[in-house]
């Protein structure tokens, strides 16, 4: 065969060079090490072979000469003993008298050598890619295939590259998440949507909408009027339908945001700065974040969100957070940042949560929240140290609501909460996010200190519905000015307010100062609208 042969265009010869194996960790080393071992015992099995037949009467001075050429010595020089040169004396052996060759016959078995050498070496090399097959070290699949609707079938395969698993999520998730635009009165927004079902309900963030006056959504570059179904603004949840006259769409596939794990593969899909149709891959970067952010709707709640670094700017919430797999795990919703734009800090929605208040939306429910029944305030040094209190942190009670959970479990007025289930609470934020986080109906342990003692509760959760419609009634009342709304919401010791807890005047001021000192020098969070 010819050392060179022609390029896949027949023009150009190219040298040939043997086949190696594909260089995957551990593979070619192993590979190394079994062709290495087999060369060396067909090596040696040459050198046996090539050692002179004595029969048992043989010389003293040959069986030591043998026994000193060993493993790793030089071989013998053809024609001469091993390790026996001629001395004077020595008589030489009489001629045949058959007149065949004087000289002694030899096996030559260095083709058989060879040949077990080579072969060893592929037996090696062959037993441990066996071995890496049988273990799923190489060659392990875990592919996943589905149809687009659109007559297309595409596999994903988390076991390849990354980009190979981020081109066909890509294409996968794309159909499913659409641009939304709104005009205010203040002008016009942009933020981005998931599909939900064939009816043309989509689910967004509520400060996309809010105050809209008007909503359309771009779908496969074509524009439709939205209307609002309905929202849960304490959880910036919004779902709008869309009249598809006629048209077929692809709901997004929903996964489990429960079984998420910090460095799990995601992928942001929106419109962020306007750019419609984009992706951004990442990781998981942390679970259980809680933030509360004011809104003009009240302060808005937000729990266990899922902390990732794949980009969530401006013009991305609503939009999907999607894994390997292509299935809805999240929906983005803020960024943390110094600037204007996403610096490595993104949130979203967890999927479960965001599809269940959906559910609730869409079905005309109200959506409900776990509820405690307390009026708190932080508990910080300086008015510790005012009023003599036992702890520096924490979140003094103001008031406990009639009828309500901690009132029924024993927590009274003027008892400072400490923990709940094991974990600190420093402030009175800090607790109402702790009780958001958790179900409608869940017992969970608080921990307070009443004077110098410290003391237990257990307290079951119930849910907030009657509060919110107090709520309603509050807000669709006239307010002259902040201060009237301070007094008409808490001036009369009921303790309740726009965000749903109820808080008495001082908090509302503890936590504006809060807020305040928390991002002065620090992070800031933007919306991804």
Not at 91 to 106: E, L, M, N
Not at 118 to 135: E, R, S
Not at 286 to 298: V, Y
């Given at each position: 065969m010819s050392e060179y042969m022609n390029d896949a265009e027949g023009t150009q010869p190219t040298q040939q060079r043997p086949a190696q194996p594909t260089a995957q960790p551990g593979y070619q080393d192993g590979y190394q090490r079994g062709a290495q071992a087999g060369y060396e015992a067909g090596f040696h099995a040459g050198q046996t072979a090539q050692q002179p037949r004595v029969d048992a009467a043989g010389s003293g001075a040959e069986d030591a000469d043998?026994?000193?050429?060993?493993?790793?010595?030089?071989?013998?020089?053809?024609?001469?003993?091993?390790?026996?040169?001629?001395?004077?004396?020595?008589?030489?052996?009489?001629?045949?008298?058959?007149?065949?060759?004087?000289?002694?016959?030899?096996?030559?078995?260095?083709?058989?050598?060879?040949i077990l050498g080579?072969?060893?070496?592929?037996?090696?090399?062959?037993?441990?890619?066996?071995?890496?097959?049988?273990?799923g070290v190489v060659g392990k699949s875990g592919a996943t295939t589905f149809d687009t609707g659109a007559n297309q079938a595409i596999t994903i395969n988390p076991n390849d590259e990354s980009t190979t698993t981020a081109t066909a999520v890509a294409a996968k998730a794309l159909p499913s998440v659409v641009t939304v635009n709104v005009t205010t009165s203040d002008g016009e927004g942009l933020g981005s949507g998931v599909i939900y079902d064939t009816d043309g309900d989509i689910i967004t963030n509520n400060h996309v909408i809010e105050d809209a006056e008007s909503i359309t959504v771009t779908i496969d570059g074509k524009s439709y009027d939205a209307t609002l179904v309905g929202t849960d603004a304490s959880s910036d949840i919004a779902v709008i339908k869309v009249d598809l006259q006629g048209a077929s769409v692809t709901p997004m596939e929903i996964g489990d945001s429960s079984a998420l794990q910090v460095g799990d593969w995601v992928m942001s899909v929106g419109s962020p700065f306007g750019l419609e149709q984009s992706v951004s891959q990442?990781?998981?970067?942390?679970?259980?974040?809680?933030?509360?952010?004011?809104?003009?709707?009240?302060n808005t709640l937000y729990t266990n969100l899922i902390q990732v670094d794949a980009s969530i700017n401006p013009g991305n919430s609503g939009g999907a957070l999607v894994n390997s797999k292509g299935r809805l795990v999240g929906i983005c919703t803020l960024y943390s940042s110094d600037t204007e734009s996403?610096?490595?800090?993104?949130?979203?929605?967890?999927?479960?949560?965001?599809?269940?208040?959906?559910?609730?939306?869409?079905?005309?429910?109200?959506v409900t929240h776990a509820h405690i029944g307390l009026s708190m305030q932080t508990v910080n040094a300086q008015n510790a140290k005012v009023n003599k209190l036992s702890v520096s942190q924490g979140a003094y009670v103001a008031d406990v609501t009639e009828g309500g959970p901690a009132e029924a479990a024993g927590i009274q007025k003027g008892d400072i909460i400490i923990g709940m289930d094991g974990a600190q609470i420093t402030s009175a934020d800090a607790m109402i996010l702790a009780v958001r986080s958790r179900e409608i109906g869940d017992t969970v342990k608080v921990t307070v200190m009443r004077g110098d003692q410290q003391m237990d509760f257990d307290v079951t959760l119930d849910d907030d519905e009657e509060l919110q419609k107090q709520q309603e009634e509050e807000r669709n009342q006239p307010k002259s000015d902040i201060n009237d709304y301070l007094q008409n919401n808490n001036g009369d010791g009921s303790g309740n307010s726009g965000n749903g807890y109820g808080y008495d005047n001082d908090?509302?001021?503890?936590?504006?100062?809060?807020?305040?000192?928390?991002?002065?020098?620090?992070?800031?969070?933007?919306?991804g609208d």
């Open positions: 043998r026994s000193a050429w060993g493993v790793g010595s030089v071989p013998p020089i053809p024609g001469q003993q091993p390790g026996h040169a001629p001395k004077s004396g020595d008589v030489a052996a009489p001629a045949p008298t058959d007149g065949s060759d004087p000289k002694p016959k030899r096996e030559h078995r260095g083709a058989k050598a060879l080579v072969a060893g070496g592929v037996i090696g090399a062959g037993l441990l890619t066996g071995a890496l097959l049988a273990t990442g990781i998981v970067s942390a679970l259980t974040r809680n933030e509360l952010l004011e809104g003009s709707s009240g996403f610096a490595g800090i993104g949130f979203a929605i967890p999927g479960n949560y965001a599809t269940k208040v959906a559910d609730k939306i869409i079905k005309g429910e109200t908090f509302l001021e503890e936590l504006q100062e809060y807020l305040n000192q928390r991002n002065n020098g620090q992070r800031t969070y933007g919306f």
